[in-house]
């Protein structure tokens, strides 16, 4: 009883001393600011030691804490007590700056978060904390470390460019490194390193380009993966090492860079996401695999290193722990969150998925979605009646809807790469799968019915069942047309007849909602794969609302978020990844996607295409002509749409009767087929025919055509022949002799292909056609010509003759030999030794100018100015001017070389781009803003070199890429006022006009700028006055 009558005046005492320090606290801070009687510019300068302890030590005697900081009498002194701090650390008193520094962080952690105080003054807090990182005292660099890293918390958008100037001129990335670098057990304390690293981690998280300091350091990395590997690490600083690596990660460049000491990182990576593991270093370690995964090639070099125990943990993580309740916490839904979002490394192809299924991913997946039926779902058979009714109660729950739209995403993932066989052979017990399409088969129904599609997430169970529902595997697309089928009944034809109202009268509406467009599409696409709803499609007009919504899509930009950014749904710091070169499958582009899948399969099953000029079903006429030219649009259009557009865009034409995949360099080097100036090879069939190609063009296309190295050729397939060449008018060709067994007509359609890209053919030519592109190993076109949906997630074939640059197009055998045609024959690989050197003859050279500095051997012959060996045929193909040159009939058409005034640097670029329709473009943006001013203007100048030729020569599609370079990375680069000058006055050395234009209107950004620093001084007076008058164009378009 005592003690309880004891508590009031004891807690009575504590509030009056508490309250005594608060008041000898702002006494203190009084007596060190100067102009006490101005609240307005008034500072905290004092240099008295004895004051400047005083403060620290009542600041930390007193308790910060965010108790202390509500008494009435402290809360409007705390900017007073944060500046009189700063002073002090500015001041660097070593007696008491490890007591300050205390003391800063204990405030600066005391503060809620967002905090005004903190904001206001947050660049001058940055400072002296961001430069005490490197102080010899370890309690003052640690304190600093955190002080830093809470503060940086409450950078904005409108101040983030300013702080990281503070960060940059102050040297903290270069700080944290060193300190992370030479840390020592043996000499500092564990929380040194783990508040470096998190520091670290921090910063580089915010500041992309910051980055490439920490993955170019190889000791960085070298002691992170120690200490991740280590066994004995503390947990919490196991979860700074692996946030650290993830940020390190976001960025391309760095992930790469991680992964070639890939083996090690990964072992250590896959051990913290074990189940051992506490879910914090669990959690962390999937966020990791998810940045290295980020990138398709990555994610199968990590396959290549640790494939069955990666895809082991992440199931394991995705299992969800049973309680009394068989309730799951919340903890536990972050945990399964994280796994299931790695888990949509599905999404690519590969033997990573029959680990998958070995691992019990169906059985997973149900278990997740039906979270109170396991009691049901254990009984000996289940009828599809009752499997209906567990979907319906199970879908009803309010079980997490983020994990759920994750469930379909995967599943979704992994049927659509199953074989046709794959679910029959793997299992007897068929339970899972089919309770998993009955529950999206149920959930598709409520999606539209109950129109609830108002977000992303909606549509994720109408994705999974159109990937159910074509699905290469035959049990699951059969089960699922099925089941649908059930489930729509009876108002199955009444959705299809307002989806079709709805879908038709999106394009002249000024408001939509994307998202439900997509769902609405998708739903469509389903119904034209059930074969009683296909016909009533039709007779909707179904092909003419597609066709529209098609170019309605891509010609408005209608873009909607991809199942690539499931990857960003719900972890914000992945939004921050950077230097990715990886192009989305489906992109944003999946309406249009959809739209062109359905019309495909509609076109294949319409009554009939008469003379190729109209289609005809249920009594709507369409013209074939029309739908070639959209299509085509789509296929050769690089730029805009995604891959897997591209690919239904040709898998719509295929339906149409043009097979292949058009691009604007397959319609240049078509050109030259027929074309005999250029030709170098003859395919003599055998009746006698011949057909005059071009070698390099077949050894690049097509190397099956090519007589192989090694040939065993049967005697029942060919009669006994000579080997031959021809002179065609005092060239050489060669000739390849070919088996009876060859058609014309097939062979000269194939070679459309090989030269344009794509070949037109009716039914009766497609049949011969499926056997000679088989035979020949032209996969892509074989699938195509057997009307087969594009395989999911497939890079869409490009038309790239760069092979030809290297080994195999350099020297011309002078033997004839023939090839047959039947199976062992053919070859299906390009390879340098692997053929007779029969690929064309390099018959001309493009040399560049001298350039003393660049070491220079070639390969081919003694000449010692930098140059290549490339092909006439490729060069005319792609270059009028050349063309002309070359059928002149002047001494220059005669030469073997071509002199240009480029750089080497600039004349591969444009020899790549005939090759390939593509200018590379330069460094990434990590490295990209790490580069000096000369630096970077180095990598610009060939694009500007190749602006002037391509000028001379009338290549407009060279001069836009290139234009198109200069201006991104002018935009883009911290350097811009400098790079923007010095490219303006190489531009106008070279007379390019357009160039000087843009560079003066990047320059005149900063014209006050420039002439304040002097940098005009020395540039011309034409320039200068260009970027005046920029500037005041400028000038008056911000007033209006």
Known sequence: MGSCKRGPDTNRSIAVQTRSLHQRLLQSLKLGITRPHERQGRKWQCTDFQIQKQVVHLALLGSVSRAMLQDPLLKGSIPDLLEALLWILKCKNEVILSKAADAMEKLVSALPSPSSILEAQLLDLVSP????????????????????????????????????????????????????????????????????????????????????????????????????????????????????????????????????????????????????????????????????????????????????????????????????????????????????????????????????WKHGIDEV????????????????????????????????????????????????????????????????????????????????????????????????????????????????????????????????????????????????????????????????????????????????????????????????????ESLGSMWFSHNSFLDRACCLSSEDWEGEDIIALCSLWGLAELIKHSARIDNKLEISSCRMTYRVPELLNNLWEICINTSAPSPGVRWFATYALGSLGLYGFPSKLGNRIGDALGDKD?????????????????????????????????????????????????????KVQKEIRLSAHVDHQALSKLLDFIYFGYLQAEEELVKKLRTLSKRCNLLPLSQMLCGKIPKWNTSFPSYDLSLALGPVGHYFSKSSTRITYFEGIISSEIDSGAFVNFTGTKDVIVQAKENDSLGWTCDVCSGLVPHMHVHKVILASSCDYLRGLFNSGMTESRSKTIKLD???????????????????????????????????????????????????????????????????????????????????????????????????????????????????????EVLVARIRTASVELSRERML
């Open 129 to 356: 904390l961001s430069s005490l990182l490197s102080y010899h005292q370890t309690e003052v660099a640690t304190s600093c470390a955190k002080a830093l890293k809470l503060a940086l918390s409450h950078t904005t958008i409108t101040n983030e460019k300013e702080v990281w100037d503070v960060l940059e001129s102050t040297d903290c990335v270069r700080h944290a490194v060193n300190n992370i670098r030479s840390f020592s057990r043996a000499t500092k304390p564990i929380e040194y390193f783990q508040q470096m690293v998190a520091l670290l981690s921090k910063v580089i998280l915010r500041w992309p380009s910051s980055r490439y300091s920490a993955w170019r350091d190889a000791l960085l990395l070298q002691t992170l993966y120690d200490a991740l590997a280590n066994s004995d690490s503390d947990p919490f600083v196991k979860v700074e090492v692996l946030r650290l690596l993830s940020t390190i990660a976001l960025c391309g460049s760095g992930a790469t860079k991680l992964l070639e000491n890939g083996e090690a990182l990964l072992e250590a990576m896959v051990q913290c996401m074990d189940s051992s593991q506490p879910r914090s270093i669990r959690m962390e370690g999937f966020k990791l695999a998810q940045c290295l995964a980020i990138s398709e090639q990555r994610f199968f070099k990590m396959m290549s290193f640790c494939c069955e125990s990666f895809i082991q943990a992440i199931v394991s993580g995705m299992r969800r722990q049973k309680t009394k309740s068989k309730k799951v916490d919340n903890e536990q839904i972050s945990l399964v969150l994280e796994a299931c979002s790695l888990a949509l490394i599905t999404r690519w192809g590969g033997k990573h998925h029959k680990i998958f």
């Open 365 to 560: 997946l149900m278990d997740l979605l039906l979270e109170n039926s396991d009691k049901q779902l254990h009984e000996n058979s289940v009828s599809l009646r009752e499997q209906i009714s567990i979907a319906r109660a199970s879908l009803d729950s309010n079980y997490s809807s983020v994990i759920r739209d994750h469930i379909w995403h995967i599943l979704g993932c992994l049927v659509i790469h199953c074989g046709e066989d794959f679910y029959t052979k793997r299992h007897q017990n068929t339970l899972s799968i089919d309770m998993l399409i009955t529950c999206a088969c149920v959930a598709f129904v409520n999606t539209i019915v109950k129109q609830i599609c108002y977000s992303l997430q909606r549509e994720s169970a109408i994705r999974v069942v159109l990937l159910m529902i074509y699905s290469p595997c035959t049990y699951i697309a059969s089960n699922t047309r099925s089941v649908l089928s059930e489930v729509l009944k009876p108002k199955g034809g009444d959705i299809l007849k307002q989806l079709m109202s709805r879908l038709e009268a999106i394009p002249s509406e000024k408001n939509f909602d994307r998202v439900q467009i997509m769902v609405y599409m998708m739903a469509l696409t389903c119904y034209i794969g059930l074969p009683e709803f296909r016909m009533r499609v039709l007779e909707y007009s179904g092909v003419k609302i597609l066709l529209t919504l098609v170019r309605w899509c891509l010609s408005n930009g209608v873009n909607v």
């Open 678 to 730: 250029h030709a170098d090879t003859r395919l003599v069939l055998a009746n006698g025919e011949c057909l005059s190609v071009h070698g390099v063009i077949l050894a690049v296309r097509c190397p099956s055509l090519l007589p192989h190295k090694e040939l065993h050729l049967g005697e029942e397939t060919f009669d006994s022949l000579l080997p031959s060449s021809t002179n065609m008018g005092g």
């Open 902 to 1020: 480029i750089s080497w640097e600039a004349m591969v670029k444009l020899v790549a781009w005939f090759y390939s329709d593509e200018v590379s473009n330069p460094t990434s943006r990590c490295i990209w803003e790490n580069m000096s001013v000369e630096e970077k203007l180095h990598e610009l100048q060939p694009y500007v070199e190749l602006c002037w030729l391509a000028e001379f020569w009338c290549l407009e599609n060279v001069q836009e890429a290139c234009s198109s370079v200069i201006v991104s990375h002018l935009d883009s680069s911290h350097s811009s006022r400098q790079l923007s000058v010095k490219i303006m006055q190489m531009a106008a050395s070279l007379s390019v006009e357009n160039l000087v234009g843009v560079a003066a209107t990047c320059a005149a950004h900063f014209f006050r700028e420039l002439c304040d620093s002097g940098e005009l001084e020395d540039v011309d």
